[in-house]
């Protein structure tokens, strides 16, 4: 039973990787697996019936300077463990219970399709004796011709919001969880879900907030195709690392 596991798994990245090097042939692959490439989109799901509308970017892959950002990498001190593209990038400033934005961190992107695409990342919390719901959130914006598709005004996603880590104060530190919602008032809470057109660039910037938190990588779904609960179960087991 293991070697029929062990075959269909191997079968599934496969074809994931003619997939993807189909629609992006500049794809980079090490030894067999997916690198993903520098700021772009890549497919992460089945080609049928649910295939198109789930796409990645690597936190680690931005082209901003990264500040008070640390990029970290599977071996070196603080690295969480199943990183995708074995790296993740941790914010070293601010303070454990969160700051004004710092070291902004661009991503920019098109997308393959119209659609409303939900935003979730994959996040790790790194205490060091704080208490359990610190060093758990950034600020995001997005930039671009799009409109809110979710129940925010739209000039209220182009400015920096609060965008945290789902759990309590016994949720592990480090390791990976996901992060799907933003918080706007206290104890308020939103889907961050944007119109996009087809072609049009956009980018997403990711801030610093609270101290040792690590992102790993960023996923932008369509809300069409995927439910949150869906988009976090398929990217989880989906995304090579
Ligand atoms: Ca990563």
């Not at 057109?197 to 610093?208: F, N, P, S, V």
């Amino acid at each position: 039973m293991k070697i029929l596991y062990s075959f269909c798994f191997t079968f599934f990245f496969m074809i994931l990787a003619i997939e993807l090097v189909a629609q992006y042939p500049d794809l980079n692959r090490t030894a067999g697996r997916i690198v993903l490439p520098v700021g772009k989109f890549v497919y992460a799901g089945e080609k049928k019936p649910s295939g198109k509308g789930m796409m990645v970017i690597e936190a680690e892959s931005t082209k901003s300077d990264l500040g008070e950002w640390k990029k970290i990498g599977a071996g070196e001190s603080n690295y969480i463990e199943n990183a995708s593209g074995k790296a993740h990038l941790e914010f070293l400033g601010g303070t454990p219970a969160g700051s004004d934005p710092v070291s902004p961190l661009e991503y920019a992107f098109k997308v393959p399709e119209n659609g409303n695409y939900g935003l979730i990342m994959q996040t790790s919390k790194r205490l060091e004796g704080a208490r359990g719901d610190l060093c758990n959130d950034v600020w995001v914006k997005m930039s671009g011709d799009f409109q809110s598709a979710t129940n925010l005004e739209t000039t209220i996603l182009k400015d920096f919001l609060k965008y945290f880590q789902e759990g309590s104060v016994k949720t592990p530190e480090k390791s990976w969880h996901w992060a799907w919602r933003a918080e706007k008032g206290k104890h308020v809470f939103y889907n961050l879900v944007y119109k996009l057109k087809k072609g049009e660039r956009y980018i997403l910037t990711i801030a610093g907030r609270s101290q040792r938190f690590s992102i790993d990588y960023m996923v932008l779904f369509d809300v069409n195709r995927f439910s949150f609960e869906e988009a976090k179960a398929k990217a989880s087991s989906t995304i090579a690392n």
